[in-house]
């Protein structure tokens, strides 16, 4: 099926670190949305993104709505290590009998050595 | 408030078995989602339930796949004549309308694997 083009795969973080990572469709979205996976559990939703150009804050994470419609980025400031996890990026067309959402393959956080 | 829950948490087979996985969503919630989370990839859509209704099956990968919503709550994913490729982590979720917009909210999945 579909998948959308997450980056980067994977990356260490130190605590304190700023961290950015970006998806990009070939497919223009109603919504953008970006989820947290810990090991054993399904997908928390972090932000969620309605407009072109919407750029949303929750806490120390942004993310953004690209104004084609068919990327957004996600920033992690000062970043702790409960950040651990992998961040899905997710696009959503709805309309009609439609509603389900586009994931990428995720970028994994881990901690530097 | 209770969250989506999904039964079994595990559940490992052998090739050819018929395996039922069930979906408890959000009370109240009209739309629920199955997805199929193969290791190291995102989520994948299967199917997608408004009220008792299957509005759109497009991501059933084949005819031995099939879920059911009888009441408009609970759902059960059935998977025939199971294979090894099916081994993967079986996501619900549900929200309140479906109609976009609305968050989903995921339950933990069941783990099955295909020996």
């Known amino acids: 099926g579909q998948q959308l083009n997450q980056s980067p795969q994977s990356m260490f973080i130190q605590e304190g670190e700023d961290v950015s990572m970006n998806c990009t469709s070939s497919?223009?979205?109603?919504?953008w949305l970006w989820y947290k996976q810990d090991p054993g559990e399904g997908p928390v939703l972090l932000i969620a993104?309605?407009?072109?150009?919407e750029l949303t804050s929750n806490g120390r994470l942004t993310a953004q709505f690209g104004i084609t419609r068919k990327d957004s980025f996600l920033n992690i400031s000062a970043s702790i290590p409960s950040d651990v996890g992998i961040y899905f990026c997710?696009?959503?067309?709805?309309?009609?009998?439609?509603?389900?959402?586009?994931f990428g393959k995720g970028t994994k956080l881990s901690v530097k050595p | 408030g209770a969250g989506v829950s999904q039964t079994p948490s595990n559940k490992v087979t052998e090739k050819g078995k018929y395996v039922e996985l069930r979906c408890d969503p959000i009370?109240?919630?009209?739309?629920l989602y199955w997805y199929r989370q193969s290791l190291g990839q995102g989520p994948e859509f299967l199917i997608y339930?408004?009220?008792?209704?299957?509005?759109?099956d497009s991501g059933l990968p084949n005819d031995r796949f099939f879920a059911v919503r009888p009441e408009g709550s609970v759902s059960t994913l059935k998977i025939q004549r199971t294979e090894r490729g099916d081994s993967a982590v079986y996501l619900c979720?549900?929200?309140?309308?479906?109609?976009?917009?609305?968050?989903?909210?995921f339950g933990p999945g069941t783990r099955l694997l295909v020996l």
């Open positions: 979720a549900s929200s309140s309308r479906g109609s976009g917009g609305e968050t989903q909210y």
């Open positions: 497919s223009i979205f109603n919504t």
């Open positions: 993104l309605y407009k072109a150009g």
């Open positions: 997710a696009g959503q067309l709805y309309g009609g009998s439609q509603g389900n959402l586009i």
């Open positions: 009370s109240g919630h009209t739309a």
């Open positions: 339930f408004q009220g008792t209704g299957a509005a759109d």
